[in-house]
């Protein structure tokens, strides 16, 4: 389930605080999976491809929570939050040159990772800008999935996710943790992310 954590620290723009809570999620990997680790090889699948706004973790933690199976891998890319929509004529001097140069970056790289990847059946797009949009390229006979907000994951992934346990509750700060302790379930439980009383005994409880 930590591929997808992986393919966003990879993009160099992900947060500090980002890398440092996927730091915290692989070491306890490493401690508590090694036998998997180390003696298989997790299946790609590539039916589902993901690509979310950097800056929206929660969103992906949720996304992923619907799609995790048991020894397998699925790919989810973090597109860097950007103001302006792709224009290739851009050039040095003008408001929009930065924004193409990373976003055209970042794009360029995940169309070449896909291309490695396969046909793929579904393409998620979350939480993107209609300029953050504009700079990817989207395969041809591929079912697209765009899914504006948190609100939205239940009903647009629950026709195509994969039958889960239940349901986990965490707060929005305790998304990457309530991931990792979902997928500690076999085929895993559901993410509900939302605002809890600091009453409770517990950031992440069973729903």
Do not use: W
């Not at 997808?4 to 306890?28: H, R």
């Not at 020894?71 to 193409?100: K, M, Q, W």
């Not at 800008?129 to 765009?146: K, L």
């Not at 939205?152 to 943790?177: N, W």
């Amino acid at each position: 389930m930590f591929a997808e954590l992986e393919a966003l620290v990879a993009v160099d723009t992900i947060p500090k605080a980002f890398k440092i809570a996927f730091s915290i999620q692989t070491a306890m990997r490493k401690r508590y999976s090694c036998y998997v680790v180390l003696n298989s090889i997790p299946h790609v699948d590539s039916r589902f491809i993901c690509i979310v706004d950097r800056e929206r973790v929660q969103l992906a933690a949720a996304i992923s929570s619907y799609l995790y199976t048991d020894g397998t891998y699925f790919a989810i890319f973090g597109f860097p939050r950007i103001g302006h929509p792709s224009r290739p004529e851009a050039v040095l001097g003008d408001d929009d040159y930065i924004s193409n140069i990373i976003a055209t970056e970042v794009a360029t790289l995940i169309s070449n990772a896909l291309a490695r990847m396969g046909h793929c059946q579904y393409l998620i797009l979350a939480g993107l800008s209609d300029a953050q949009r504009s700079y990817i390229r989207i395969p041809d006979e591929v079912n697209v999935i765009e899914i504006a907000g948190l609100d939205r994951v239940p009903e647009m992934l629950s026709p195509v996710g994969i039958a889960k346990l239940g349901l986990l509750k965490c707060r929005p700060q305790q998304a990457l943790l309530g991931l990792y302790t979902a997928g500690r379930t076999g085929n895993g439980l559901l993410l509900m992310i939302k605002p809890m009383s600091y009453s409770s005994p517990s950031l992440i409880e069973p729903a």
